[in-house]
């Protein structure tokens, strides 16, 4: 047990700093990126900055996959889970902005049983699958893979906020229609009150009432 504990340590001491400092500055330096493109203001920047990190992992995740020196696997790794910090937490704040505020915490729960659903439940099962199936060393390359789908995801979801966000533009542009126009009340020459468009003349000798509009019109009437 001695000898064992001894021929281990290293793997587990690169472990622990492996997992415990790629996370954590992946997060960090996911915000601050995030940040600096605008925040949640503009929903397509920012899925635009996680998915060139999603791209970035592709090619990482294709490193370990074929590499056979256990340092070089360990420091992909290691970016890997930096680039993953980098999407989780920015993608997670996307996601609960981009619905209304009535709905973001019926959204919240969805979103964290997709997570432990179709991530954390389904990694390990149809990883222990393949390794009993192919081998472990199949099961792992599975695992490191798994980024290829979130980078399609994150493709789709730039394509979502695009449209959403050409469709609000077109809206916010179009010109205000004419049964929306609001409407004066003048008082010709002869005294009698006349409807006009605002902006619009009543006619020669028509003065503004200073009670235009409906509330002014029914307190004449």
């Given at each position: 047990?001695?000898?064992?504990?001894?021929?281990?340590?290293?793997?587990?001491?690169?472990?622990?700093?492996?997992?415990?400092?790629?996370?954590?500055?992946?997060?960090?330096?996911?915000?601050?990126?995030?940040?600096?493109?605008?925040?949640?203001?503009?929903?397509?920047?920012?899925?635009?900055?996680?998915?060139?990190?999603?791209?970035?992992?592709?090619?990482?995740?294709?490193?370990?996959?074929?590499?056979?020196?256990?340092?070089?696997v360990i420091v992909l790794i290691w970016c890997l889970l930096v680039v993953?910090?980098?999407?989780?937490?920015?993608?997670?704040?996307?996601?609960?902005?981009?619905?209304?505020?009535?709905?973001?915490?019926?959204?919240?729960?969805?979103?964290?049983?997709?997570?432990?659903?179709?991530?954390?439940?389904?990694?390990?099962?149809?990883?222990?699958?393949?390794?009993?199936?192919?081998?472990?060393?199949?099961?792992?390359?599975?695992?490191?893979?798994?980024?290829?789908?979130?980078?399609?995801?994150?493709?789709?979801?730039?394509?979502?906020?695009?449209?959403?966000?050409?469709?609000?533009?077109?809206?916010?542009?179009?010109?205000?229609?004419?049964?929306?126009?609001?409407?004066?009340?003048?008082?010709?020459?002869?005294?009698?009150?006349?409807?006009?468009?605002?902006?619009?003349?009543?006619?020669?000798?028509?003065?503004?009432?200073?009670?235009?509009?409906?509330?002014?019109?029914?307190?004449?009437?």
């Amino acid at each position: 047990a001695p000898a064992l504990a001894r021929r281990c340590a290293p793997q587990v001491l690169s472990f622990a700093l492996v997992s415990s400092t790629g996370p954590l500055l992946g997060v960090l330096a996911g915000g601050w990126l995030v940040d600096r493109v605008g925040g949640y203001t503009c929903h397509s920047r920012c899925l635009r900055v996680l998915a060139n990190y999603t791209v970035v992992g592709i090619g990482l995740a294709a490193g370990i996959a074929l590499s056979e020196s256990a340092v070089v696997v360990i420091v992909l790794i290691w970016c890997l889970l930096v680039v993953g910090g980098a999407v989780l937490a920015p993608a997670t704040g996307v996601l609960l902005t981009a619905v209304p505020t009535g709905v973001r915490t019926f959204a919240s729960a969805i979103s964290m049983m997709s997570y432990n659903v179709l991530g954390y439940f389904l990694a390990p099962a149809v990883s222990g699958v393949v390794i009993e199936y192919y081998g472990i060393r199949w099961g792992f390359r599975l695992v490191v893979s798994w980024v290829v789908f979130s980078c399609a995801f994150l493709f789709l979801a730039i394509c979502a906020a695009d449209a959403v966000e050409a469709s609000s533009s077109a809206t916010n542009s179009a010109p205000p229609r004419e049964s929306q126009r609001p409407f004066s009340l003048l008082r010709d020459a002869s005294g009698q009150l006349v409807v006009t468009a605002d902006g619009t003349r009543g006619g020669p000798g028509a003065s503004s009432h200073p009670g235009a509009g409906a509330t002014g019109y029914s307190q004449m009437l």
